[in-house]
């Protein structure tokens, strides 16, 4: 130990959030409101781990190579054996896949499960992305068939997730929902090849606008004015799925699938989810229905709440068919927005019911064993740590916002919202 | 898409675990109590991201440099803008010291944290130990001044969480104190010097023994036969504490405070924790008071609860003085080694308290209503996902062990284990 001592100033990492305790307080809350709606319906929770071998990540995920962060180990003995490339996981579908594959024989069928990790995106630092964030997901997998009720279900869990939200409360969101197959269906009947492209480009309606969307169709795909204008006339939004005609049988078959899932979602509030023959995703996994979710007074921001089918994901990993569908909450993003808004319902630093006063030395034993007692009966108590003066001790709850004060030696309690004090006893008094 | 599909086979990743649903439903059981309890406790919670600079997580923490994993975006441009070296958080004491130093005038002091996360070792490969695993800690960290009674508080509340974890009931643990002054001050009074190479050897007693502790004294840290032998004779656990005599100030402080700790712990049961001068700890950033926790019947197993006093670790972000106090469940390990034992109350496969039979398609409508008003009342409802023979939508509920199985049309409701089925109303039954 030297006398001067050295300082390492640390820097906030860019892309990698944290949150005061009385933020994290409410992300809390959050994470628990999201877990215990997704029980209700029975999903069982899993966890992965952070990594994956790098082949296992690659080997699905579109364009996502480029956000990948492997692992090396900062002294790794160059004689050791060597082994397969590790990489942070960047979303939980493909551990997901991977999970289901390794597990097959111990899974019961369809394997409805939950996930809520942080997961990783190696973006450049000056992007201003979150580079952590925790994603909330449901999927079902099943083998060889996947009823279509489960499409019906992910929104409808969903919409019941996201409206109740501590702070979301007042949000007007929206739940999209369409069908790969009557976009596919489409093209496939107008005899147009290059999908893909058309799909990435129809995926960008809600930022460029229509105008913009036909002419890139034209220029970037080749396609004629009139292909062009079909494609748009089916994906607008103002057209109900009731008037869209079938130029083909997976057309037919998608807007039926689409009318399906509908129908099972109308106990929800009117608007609350919608058919919407524009939303495509650009992950080209999905095979059939397909989610978005917008603030409706904001629906530049992108979406909050997003899945879809896919056909084959986890029979990547083994010789199974196993068709799946999920939808994902990109949790920290929708957190962060909420909080930066001043939206969040943030309150108190200590999760804390009460301050147990210490009014002297002597008054220790007496004071924990007060607080032991209402711990016992499920109330959450700080001892405070000196014996300093009452008005300090106060002044440490008030900061906090603890909401009670209690006094060991005089068995009084006050109320610190109301200011009012009273008698009590430790083992049957109630807030 | 090819006609035959390209498989590519996954291995589990060595060292970082993953578990069954139902293996998962106890974890978070376990997870969910050490919450409570930190909780109960006035503890605050917060989540500090995966990464760290690594000049931040290398600036302490003794010899972790080769256990440390460092990230590479996989495809970053060469030409962009350089930024810090991230890694992974080997611990939460490290990440907890810059939080509590970068976020300082916006935190309530003493700070009063608990941090249940994920953290990685970089081992090798075939060394069999965890590279990810759960850490559960709670620390608290004060300005210029820490009151003694946190150290007491420490052991407390860990034997509260230990002893009530699902599984654990039976397990014989003991949390063992000491204070690393006693040792460092018998050291100055017998004129030793090389005082972290004596600890070193004295914390490898339980595992090499007490003959070979003396030798290893004598021939590697040059001490002299008396020297040796008045050590062992110190931290001998068959010494009480009130029977060592001091030989300095600072060993005199160090058994003062240790004694404190212990009255301080005299409401647990008999053996619980115990003061034992053997114990020092491996880090050489602890100033005082230390914790060990053992399973009686193994005590070579190695401690499953560990920490201790840092007179400044958040000081060295920081130009303040900031002790603080800790102690840390090495989760995942504890939590695998009762798995492997199969001493976990292992058992249903979903968290569902209610399967709902879908008696028909046509009955969807009346059964989906049911198991909203059943989910609105707290009970978690898996509704069927097709409309099979009763006796495959049973089989189903036995495999994952829910306990009830509700039958819409009819309205009655079984219960599995009993076999007992009786009429019930959605909105008034009971389980």
Chains 1, 2 share one sequence.
């Not at 956000?67 to 493909?94: C, G, M, S, W």
């Not at 397909?290 to 029979?315: H, K, M, N, Q």
């Amino acid at each position: 130990m030297t006398d001067k001592k050295k300082i390492y100033k640390p820097n906030p990492v860019s892309g990698f959030p944290e949150w005061l305790p009385e933020v994290r307080l409410v992300e809390q809350q959050w994470l628990d409101r999201i877990r215990a709606t997704f029980e209700s319906y029975g999903y069982c929770s899993i966890e992965t781990p952070a990594v994956e071998e790098l082949d296992v990540i690659t080997a699905k995920g579109g364009d996502a190579d480029k956000e990948i962060y492997v692992l090396e180990r900062l002294q790794a003995d160059p004689n050791e054996k060597k082994e397969a490339r590790l990489a942070l996981h960047f979303d939980q579908t493909v551990p997901l896949a991977r999970y289901t594959a390794q597990h097959f024989n111990d899974l019961v069928f369809p394997f409805k499960r939950y996930q809520m990790q942080k997961v990783w995106r190696g973006e450049r630092p000056q992007a201003g992305r979150f580079r952590e964030f925790y994603q909330c997901d449901i999927d079902v997998i099943n083998v060889d068939n996947l009823p279509l009720s489960f499409d019906a279900e992910m929104p409808a869990i969903m919409w019941e997730v996201l409206s109740s939200l501590p702070g979301m409360e007042n949000e007007k969101i929206q739940i999209r929902v369409s069908n790969r197959k009557v976009l596919m269906g489409l093209m496939d009947g107008l005899g147009i090849n290059d999908k893909t492209s058309v799909m990435r480009i129809v995926d960008k309606m809600e930022k460029i606008g229509r105008a913009k969307v036909s002419e890139s169709l034209m220029r970037e795909c080749g396609l004629k004015q009139d292909q062009a204008e079909k494609i748009l006339h089916t994906v607008s939004p103002s057209q109900g799925i009731d008037q869209v005609t079938a130029v083909s049988a997976q057309m037919e078959e998608g807007l039926k699938e689409l009318s399906f899932v509908m129908d099972q979602l109308s106990h929800l509030p009117k608007g609350s989810v919608v058919a919407d023959l524009s939303i495509v995703r650009g992950l080209d996994y999905y095979t059939g229905t397909v989610y978005e979710t917008v603030f409706l007074d904001d629906p530049g921001y992108g979406s909050i709440c997003s899945g879809g089918r896919y056909d084959d994901l986890a029979g990547s990993y083994i010789n199974k068919h196993l068709p799946g569908v999920g939808i994902s909450i990109g949790f920290s993003r929708l957190f962060d927005r909420l909080r930066q808004q001043e939206k969040l319902p943030v309150g108190p630093k200590s999760p804390a019911d009460i301050l147990m006063i210490l009014p002297s030395e002597e008054g220790r034993a007496q004071a924990s064993q007060t607080a032991r007692i209402l711990r016992e009966r499920g109330f959450k108590v700080e001892l405070y740590h000196a014996a300093r003066k009452i008005g300090d001790q106060m002044k440490y709850a008030s900061k906090k916002q603890i909401p009670h004060v209690w006094f060991p030696d005089t068995g009084e309690v006050k109320n610190m919202e109301t200011g009012e004090q009273v008698k009590a006893e430790a083992d049957t008094w109630k807030a």
